[in-house]
């Protein structure tokens, strides 16, 4: 069973930094891609970040030139790498794996930026 486990969240004032991290597990094979989506108060939920398995990103453009995703070289473990962060940041990240024929979750985990 594919489990996506996040970590990394926290509360940071406003022109920090943090860093997510994603572990997924559970499959015999590496991941397709892999990405973030957020998801804040009252809010749909937005594509943040993506990665292919070739490397190819792709981001959301309230966060261009801000974040950056990577991903380990086994390609199980992605990570998020937020700069100058804004309150508008604020919200529930989520981790994500997709592919043919499947499309997976993990819990989120709670960034929190202050003024």
């Known amino acids: 069973q594919v489990q996506l486990v996040e970590s990394g969240g926290g509360l940071v004032q406003a022109g920090g930094s943090l860093r997510l991290s994603c572990a997924a597990s559970?499959?015999?094979?590496?991941?397709?891609?892999m990405g973030w989506n957020r998801q804040a108060p009252g809010k749909q939920r937005e594509l943040v970040a993506l990665?292919?398995?070739?490397?190819?990103?792709d981001y959301g453009d309230s966060v261009k030139g801000r974040f950056t995703i990577s991903r380990d070289n086994a390609g199980n473990t992605v990570y998020l790498q937020m700069n100058s962060l804004k309150p508008d940041d604020t919200g529930v990240y989520y981790c994500r794996t997709w592919g043919p024929g499947y499309n997976y979750w993990g819990q989120g985990t709670q960034v929190t930026v202050s003024s």
């Open positions: 559970g499959s015999s094979s590496r991941f397709n891609a």
């Open positions: 990665i292919t398995n070739g490397g190819t990103t």
